[in-house]
């Protein structure tokens, strides 16, 4: 009796350590058709993330270009619970495959990807630009109006290009990437890696976005003359469409309807045209302010967009 008494206290501290994987194991499998877990992007400003993790709740999102606006579109979704993650591109498809009820604020459409998710437009885009150290530039007499892809390959085939192997380049640069005699593409955590090693000599160009580089230059070297610089691309078309995905099966078409509406309520809102302004400089802003506009009032006016 008295070891059976003895042996309580290790019991009660037993059960009292099984209770928080108890309590999480109902929490995923409770309605997992009304749980949505957003993949996340550490990719400051896109993404503004506290001390690069995922927040543990919608309002602790950032104020970033895509999480912010995320922010805004969640508001009009209470019947869901969401969930944030950070998953590399090949984790993603991995989990999405494995039944993970996964979405994404920040895709790119393609064919290939039409076969596993489905997407809905939701914000415009940017053009990416060629980022190169700003002495590079200099020695090759780049035009700094804008550069050609297919030129600058041609008369300089030596150079060294990186990018990211998850990330769409747009159908216009896509095909020149994949020529060039010199690019490869490799996985990384986060954009500025690329950034951290174009500035450290370890190649001699990658494609970015000009306010992703402008952040980055903005924390690393504040006050001090920028190593690298941005140019505009030739080739490059008109800037992509920022698309939101979920998996393509009867949750994520059932999620996707649901996000569409939002997205068209989100699209009204007049503030919304000008989530880019405060990471691009007063000219870019004027020159990119009426296409932005021109969306959004689009989208608030059309229908259900859902492919």
Known sequence: M???LALIPALCLLLAALQPD??????????PERVITWNLVDWPPFYLLSDGQPPASMEALGEGVIDGFLRRVLQRLPQYEHRFVMLTGARAELERKAGLGLCSASSMRTPERLQDRYFTPAMPTVQQHLVMQRSRVAALDLPTAG??????????PELQGLILSKRHYGPELEPLLRQAPNVRAIAAPKAGNLLNMLEAGRMDFSLEYPMVLAHHLAQQRPGREAPLVSLPIVEAGEPPVGYFSCNRNAWGRAVMADLDKALREVA???EV???YERWLTPSEAARERPRMERFFAARARGGVKIE
Do not use: E, G
Request: glycine fraction near 0%; hydrophobic fraction near 50%.
């Open 2 to 4: 008295h070891r059976l």
């Open 147 to 156: 550069v050609s892809l297919r030129t600058l390959f041609r008369q300089a």
């Open 268 to 270: 009204a809102q007049p």
């Open 22 to 31: 108890r309590a999480q194991a109902q929490l995923s499998t409770a309605l």
């Open 273 to 275: 045209a000008r989530l």
